[in-house]
C-alpha cells in the first residue's frame, strides 16, 4: 500500500428537507449571496424560487445568474465573475449539477484571483496562474455524479477553441454540501442514468489505474460499484425513491473525493478522452463517459489484465480463472450491463463521424501528454494513435 494523506473539508449536510437549513448555513460565511444556478426552465424554476424564498425569509441579500448551461462555458463564467464583482457579493451558492458547482469555483476563485476563469486550466506546456484564494461556496447539487460538491476539481469548456479542460485548487473547495434528495429527486431519470455512468467511470478509473495492493481502496470501491447499480435499478423503477437517491447521492460523493483510492493512486485518462466529445459536440458528459468506456475497457485490456480482471469477478460475476481471458470479458459485461439500464450509446447515435477523430486526439495530447514522449502518462501510456483507435471502436 502507498504512502497517503487524506482529508474531508467540506460540512457534508445530509437528508430529506434539510434545504431549508439554507439560510442558517451561509450565514456565516457572507453577507450578500450570488445564487448560481441553470437558465430558468418549466421543470427547474420552482426549485430556483424556493432556494430565493429561504434566502428571502432569512434575510439574506442575494444576486441569481441564470446562465450556466451543462459543460460550462468560458463566456459564461466570466460572465459570472465580473457580475459577481460589480454586485459586491462575498460568497457562493451554487444551485445545480458539476456544471453549476464547477462553474461556481471558477466565479468565487477567479473573481478573488484576477483574471480569466480559463487563464487557470491545465492547457499543454502553457503553466497556468495560480490562485490566491476563493470567496467560500455553499454547494446544494440536484445531481449525483462527479461529487463536485466535496472536491477541488472543476472543468471548463472553452467553445471558441472547442476545448475543454480542468483544473484542481483546495481554495475552491466547498465549505458546505446541502445533501437534500428531496432536491435530488426532482431529476429526470434520463439524466439520472447519465450521472450513474459517471459515478461509475470515476470509480474504474482509480480501480485500473495501478497494479499496487491496497485491498482496502478495493473493497471501498466495489462496495459503491454494486451499491450504484442496486441503487440505479431502483431509480429505474421509481425515480422518486428518497432513499434511492440518498444512496447515489453518496456514491457520487465517495466515489470521486480521494477515499475510493487510499493507498493505491493513479489515474486512467478516460476523462481526458471522453473531453473533445464536449468540446466539439457538447455532448453531455454522462452520456460521453457511457459512449468512452467499452472500447477503452476492450482496447486495454491485454495491458493490465490483473486489474481488469479482477474487477470483472468481482463486479460482473465472471468465472474464467485466466486473467487475460476474465480481462477482455470486462468489456463485454459493461455493456452488457449499459444495454439493459438503457445507456449503451456508440458514437453514431450522436450523429458524430470519424471526420474530427485525429484532431481530437491531438487536442487531448497536446493539453494533457507529455510532449517529449508524446503519450499521456499513465499506467497505461497512451499515444495519439491509441485514442484514434478507441474512437474508432467507440463509432
Known sequence: MNNFEWNFTTNLVYGPGRLSELGDLVKPYGKKVFLATYERNEAFAPLIDKTIDILKSNNIDYVIYEAIEPNPRVTTIDEGIKLFKESGCDCIVALGGGSVIDGSKYIAATAFSGGSCWDYVVLGDRKPKEYSGAYPIVAIPTVSAAGSEVNAGGVLTNWETKEKSFSRSEYRIPKVAIIDPEVLATLPLSITKDSAIDIFSHLIERYLSSPDLSEFADRLTEGMILTLRDTLD???????????????????????QGIQALGRMGTIPMHSIEMPLSGHYDIAHGRGMAIVIPPYLEYFAENLPGRWAKLARRIFDVKEEDDLAAAKLLAPKVIEWFERVGMYYKLSDMNVTDEKFERMAEDVMRMFGNPEEDKIASIIPTSVNDMINIYKLAL
Request: aromatic residues 8%; charged residues 15%.
Open 234 to 256: 431502483q431509480l429505474i423503477i421509481n425515480p422518486k425513491d428518497i432513499e434511492a437517491r440518498g444512496t447515489l447521492a453518496l456514491c457520487s460523493i465517495f466515489g470521486w
